[in-house]
């Protein structure tokens, strides 16, 4: 019998999956609301019965193992979400123990950045390459770190948190207690905090200010309409993400950096100070063979990145 | 008949060997000078003089394997070293394919700070832990990253680069390019720089300036004789210290750094400064479980991690 398996992307809002084959491709879709207020015990029952429409609509094939990505700090191993920005009451929850109960299958959590830097490992922008890192900009910086076609945990899952390398040793507070945090200034969060902050203002951002909702995608708007402040702000932000991935290729010696997130939408506005700066502070030997690529697969890297993961640890373990 | 390996240190003064048994016992040192202002064939035939001087001595032993550890950027793969800080007319030069005409065991090199990482995990501060990261705290800062006890080379043997982080954006100009890198406050020139910047200068700097010969060795003495200007010079430097191993938690999630060379002997100048700022900067579940630790070999951790490497190769590729 042909098998499959399930990968899953718990959000904030939705809970996304699809049954995907181990060639890669989507069988079924499924996507409802997660319904994080109606409590814990809600969001369980949300996501088994995302899995039983699931396997109802595959009665033919074996469903052979089930993964998700959730946003957070996440032990692997253990299949414990330690703590998540969108489940606050999730506190060393051993969400693998409360599911095994109703699942005869294997399940896997990871961190949510990880699983889309191994989904566009799979089929993505990172394909062809045994090592490359995931930057995500969206609200925040997550990231992933693929060495040698596997995921970097590190000691306990929480390596690859690449939105926060220090950037500026006294810049703006993080919420992760650091200052000048890499997330501070690209992502969408931090492109809005630096139009507002500008000194004077700038002319489009006083005009409304953050009660007239000036969000990243305005930013973005005016940029495309030749906005120097905007642009400005772009570059900037650019060169502020030259500054990690700088980093990331002196530790890590890295080819490839596979930029996804809604932020990275704004690419023709930040890429050539990102790339200008990255050359600037890296040997020449390493510096000029960086490639900065957007991602590939959108939304869905996380489902086959938790679908891919799933079938990986299953084969592994079944060994 | 019982094998032993050669682990040589091809530092820029002299050439430090040893025969190395597999139990990581040394049986046998020499120490040459390197005589680098005499050329290239003088240091290639002092190498060989080396391994030849070791080999009379061990008639009875089998030679299974030489390595040896070259600051500057190495090409491991292919023996090449591509550039060395020591010597300057060594461009991409093929190192392996010039001794292998005289030597008929295999030859192995690596940069000298990869291989001080390796030994320190082999028999040193390192040897209870899969992976860890070194910084050689010298006249430069040097870095050595062993992942699940492999030292991490990158795509053409770059990584490791730890002394080029970016610390200031704006700060230090750096030899490699880069801006305000750790290097430049970190290391024994850093040190000096830094306590002759003070401004206003502070009084113990100067009584000589540069010209009275104002070295990281008596910014030390002068800190522990309570000189409150040399002790906060070492306090500046274990931030600037904690920034960049901050970034290696949140980047790696490493639990284990050892700092090495000869900065490292002001440790209780500068490490509490530095362990505050890692758990400042760093999210409490990995930060309050890093240990930084004193290396534990010396001068040996390159020559052990130069023999355990050849060793190593050796075995993997007889395969």
């Given at each position: 019998?042909?098998?499959?398996?399930?990968?899953?992307?718990?959000?904030?809002?939705?809970?996304?999956?699809?049954?995907?084959n181990r060639?890669?491709?989507?069988?079924?879709?499924?996507?409802?609301?997660?319904?994080?207020?109606?409590?814990?015990?809600?969001?369980?029952?949300?996501?088994?019965?995302?899995?039983?429409?699931?396997?109802?609509?595959?009665?033919?094939?074996?469903?052979?193992?089930?993964?998700?990505?959730?946003?957070?700090?996440?032990?692997?191993?253990?299949?414990?979400?330690?703590?998540?920005?969108?489940?606050?009451?999730?506190?060393?929850?051993?969400?693998?123990?409360?599911?095994?109960k109703y699942?005869?299958?294997?399940?896997?959590?990871?961190?949510?950045?990880?699983?889309?830097?191994?989904?566009?490992?799979?089929?993505?922008?990172?394909?062809?390459?045994?090592?490359?890192?995931?930057?995500?900009?969206?609200?925040?910086?997550?990231?992933?770190?693929?060495?040698?076609?596997?995921?970097?945990?590190?000691?306990?899952?929480?390596?690859?948190?690449?939105?926060?390398?220090?950037?500026?040793?006294?810049?703006?507070?993080?919420?992760?207690?650091?200052?000048?945090?890499?997330?501070?200034?690209?992502?969408?969060?931090?492109?809005?905090?630096?139009?507002?902050?500008?000194?004077?203002?700038?002319?489009?951002?006083?005009?409304?200010?953050?009660?007239?909702?000036?969000?990243?995608?305005?930013?973005?708007?005016?940029?495309?309409?030749?906005?120097?402040?905007?642009?400005?702000?772009?570059?900037?932000?650019?060169?502020?993400?030259?500054?990690?991935?700088?980093?990331?290729?002196?530790?890590?010696?890295?080819?490839?950096?596979?930029?996804?997130?809604?932020v990275a939408?704004?690419?023709?506005?930040?890429?050539?100070?990102?790339?200008?700066?990255?050359?600037?502070?890296?040997?020449?030997?390493?510096?000029?063979?960086?490639?900065?690529?957007?991602?590939?697969?959108?939304?869905?890297?996380?489902?086959?990145?938790?679908?891919?993961?799933?079938?990986?640890?299953?084969?592994?373990?079944?060994?």
């Amino acid at each position: 019998m042909k098998d499959y398996v399930i990968g899953l992307d718990l959000g904030g809002t939705n809970i996304r999956a699809a049954a995907v084959n181990r060639e890669g491709e989507i069988l079924h879709r499924v996507k409802i609301p997660t319904e994080v207020p109606l409590g814990r015990e809600r969001v369980i029952a949300n996501i088994l019965k995302v899995i039983d429409t699931i396997k109802k609509e595959h009665k033919g094939l074996k469903l052979s193992a089930v993964g998700m990505g959730i946003p957070g700090v996440i032990f692997f191993d253990k299949g414990i979400v330690a703590r998540s920005p969108n489940f606050p009451d999730w506190i060393d929850f051993n969400l693998r123990e409360r599911l095994n109960k109703y699942l005869n299958v294997p399940f896997y959590i990871d961190n949510d950045a990880n699983l889309a830097a191994v989904g566009e490992g799979w089929l993505g922008a990172g394909k062809k390459f045994n090592s490359f890192c995931m930057l995500t900009l969206g609200t925040g910086v997550g990231g992933g770190i693929v060495l040698n076609k596997n995921i970097w945990r590190g000691e306990y899952g929480m390596a690859g948190e690449l939105g926060h390398i220090t950037i500026y040793p006294d810049g703006h507070p993080c919420n992760c207690g650091n200052r000048g945090c890499l997330e501070q200034y690209a992502s969408a969060t931090g492109i809005v905090r630096m139009a507002m902050e500008e000194n004077p203002p700038s002319p489009p951002f006083t005009k409304g200010g953050k009660e007239g909702g000036i969000t990243a995608d305005k930013i973005y708007q005016l940029a495309k309409n030749g906005d120097r402040y905007s642009l400005e702000i772009f570059q900037k932000m650019g060169r502020i993400l030259g500054i990690g991935i700088a980093d990331l290729v002196n530790i890590l010696n890295i080819e490839l950096f596979v930029l996804g997130g809604g932020v990275a939408d704004s690419w023709n506005y930040f890429i050539d100070s990102a790339i200008d700066e990255i050359k600037k502070r890296t040997y020449r030997i390493t510096g000029e063979r960086v490639k900065v690529v957007k991602a590939e697969l959108g939304d869905d890297a996380g489902i086959f990145g938790a679908a891919y993961m799933a079938m990986k640890e299953e084969i592994s373990n079944s060994r």
